[in-house]
């Protein structure tokens, strides 16, 4: 009976510290793995032919680069370069340049956006998705994901 207690005792004692919290997020080490190459989509481009990022840490800045091209068009791509700033294993704000570029978008012209946007991490899903969607030409939305 008394293994029975101590046995109850002990798993009340883990889920408790667990739900309080006790389990940090570690943002130095997370921004370790995000060092590295990783992939890029737009949904009009295609999901299944991801083009490259590569992300470099100097001085602590996370900074981010990279394209995603058409296989069908010249035209057609998706272009980010700026800083990453890790808000938690959820969420990564994003500060400077996302282009796209479709040719049935926005009148085919590039849809630029400067300024700083938020990725977010929703679920099990293996992606941050770039929560300010709209095109610029205001109808379409751009689903932009970094895969890590």
């Keep these: 009976m008394k293994n029975v207690l101590f046995t109850a005792f ?3 004692t883990i889920t ?12 130095e080490a997370f921004k370790k ?3 590295g190459q990783h992939g890029i989509t737009l949904q009009w481009i295609s999901w299944d032919y991801r083009g490259t ?3 470099t840490q100097e001085d602590k800045v996370l900074k981010i680069t990279g394209i995603q091209r058409s296989r069908e068009n010249t035209t057609d791509s998706v272009s980010i370069n700026g800083v990453l700033e890790v808000i938690s ?4 704000q994003f500060t400077g ?4 570029t479709v040719s049935y978008n926005n009148g085919g012209k590039p849809c630029e956006k400067e300024g700083t946007y938020t990725f977010r991490k929703t679920g099990n899903r293996r992606y941050w998705r770039l929560q300010e969607m709209k095109n610029c ?3 379409v939305v ?7």
């Design 33 to 35: 793995n995000l060092v």
């Design 89 to 92: 294993d959820k969420e990564i």
């Design 16 to 27: 408790s510290a667990y739900s309080q919290g006790a389990v940090k997020f570690n943002k």
């Design 142 to 148: 751009d689903y932009v994901d970094l895969y890590f």
């Design 53 to 55: 990022v590569k992300i």
């Design 10 to 12: 002990y798993i009340l």
């Design 137 to 139: 030409d205001g109808v």
């Design 97 to 100: 340049k996302i282009i796209t």
